[in-house]
């Protein structure tokens, strides 16, 4: 279970910008969970999975994992635990590698590094039969620099990379936003079978509001460091996007957006 415990966040502190954004936030996500989470900007939604992920400290609160506080652990060693897709799909992918160097360091993740060959050749076909399943033809192009790609060809590529080690948690940051409608489809049908196979915990902040009803097993709306609506289980699965519409709406205005 993931725990954020009386969490205060606040940003420029003593400046004229000071800003606090969570202040005594409280959130439980039970292992395997899906959560999609809305809102509008400013709302704290990629500074939660920040602070989730270690990319951001808090002023005060704890984050626990299991029963283990893990507050004060650095990012780098929280991440062996975590795999993160980014709204941009040039920050999930090394662009002037080829998609097999890339997949030969997702391969790696957690373990050391000798000086042995990057690449393992006794992988290559694992491989492609993992890019087969895409149906986007990257099977033949292992050879490719990932530079050469599509956006949407990157970013399923970015969540398979993020996924083909064991974790803990997923955490999608809007990672369809910079895709075309068709491209979205794809790899939210890709993310949606990722969870289901792999029973991870995933947290994926969105803006598309079909998406957020159509996936997960729970659905946060955000404003201003708050969760205003949580729903879970047969509450989620009774949501109609029409019903958080006029919510979302609303606190988009007030906000200017």
Known sequence: MLELQHIHKLYNPG??????????????????????VVGS?????????????????V?????????VDITKQKDFIRHRRIGRVFQDPAKGTCPSMTILENLSIADNKGKGYGLGRGTNKARIEEYREMLSHLNLGLEDKLHTKVGALSGGQRQTLALLMATMN?????????HTAALDPKTAEIVMELTGKIVEEKKVTTIMVTHNLRYAVEYGDRLLMMHQGKAII???GEEKKA???????????????ECGN
């Open 59 to 67: 002023d005060a609160g704890k984050i626990i994992v299991n029963s």
């Open 166 to 174: 064991p974790i803990e948690f997923l955490i999608l940051d809007e």
């Open 239 to 253: 949501i109609q996007v029409e019903d958080i519409l006029g919510t979302f709406n609303q606190i988009s205005i």
């Open 15 to 36: 400046t004229i910008n000071e800003i606090c954004l969570f202040e005594d936030f409280n959130l439980s996500i039970k292992d395997g969970q899906f959560v999609s």
């Open 41 to 57: 900007n400013g709302s704290g939604k990629t500074s939660m999975l920040n602070i989730i992920c270690g990319s951001i400290s």
């Open 230 to 232: 949580d729903k879970e």
